[in-house]
């Protein structure tokens, strides 16, 4: 799968405020991401503490997993070439403040914990992240045929 999906989730805050469908525009439209998979659910406390288990000695681990399980989320796998790098910087900055003018963070974000949407930050950690939310066949290509990883 080397550089072409990433998994993204709009965050609980975003969800909430009915920013969804807008994102997922933008996202498709102006990023030319395809989707390849979509859920709505909301993480129990245990599964936002799996997730995020890289950042568990971080001190804003317990807020973040706090936050994150306060609501539903929408997490979805794009495809793209580069897919990781390439929406990361479509995204912005993690800091919504320091996220480039017109970037969804920097359009929806309220905070660097509610920053309105997560993207994966490697190719290793895209594949563990999709595996998450997705079973192997639930991904599915342009002709809607299901995609091995
Ligand atoms: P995300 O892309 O979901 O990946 C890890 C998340 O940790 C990040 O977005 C932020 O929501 C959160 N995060 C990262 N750095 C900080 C920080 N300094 N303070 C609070 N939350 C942070």
Do not use: W
């Amino acid at each position: 799968m080397a550089g072409r999906y990433t998994l993204s989730m709009i965050k609980p805050r975003a969800v909430r405020e009915g920013h969804a469908g807008e994102i997922l525009s933008i996202v498709t439209k102006q990023g030319g991401f395809r989707i390849v998979a979509m859920r709505m659910l909301r993480l129990s406390r245990e599964q936002a503490m799996k997730f995020y288990e890289v950042h568990k000695d971080k001190p804003f681990y317990n807020d973040l997993v706090e936050f994150m399980s306060s609501g539903p989320i929408v997490a979805y796998v794009l495809e793209k070439e580069n897919a990781v790098q390439a929406f990361r910087s479509f995204i912005g900055a993690t800091d919504p403040s320091k996220a480039e003018q017109g970037t969804i963070r920097s359009l929806f974000g309220k905070s660097i914990q509610e920053n309105c949407v997560h993207g994966s930050d490697s190719d290793e950690n895209a594949k563990r992240e999709i595996q998450f939310f997705f079973a192997s066949h639930e991904l599915f290509d342009a002709q809607g045929n299901i995609i091995e990883l």
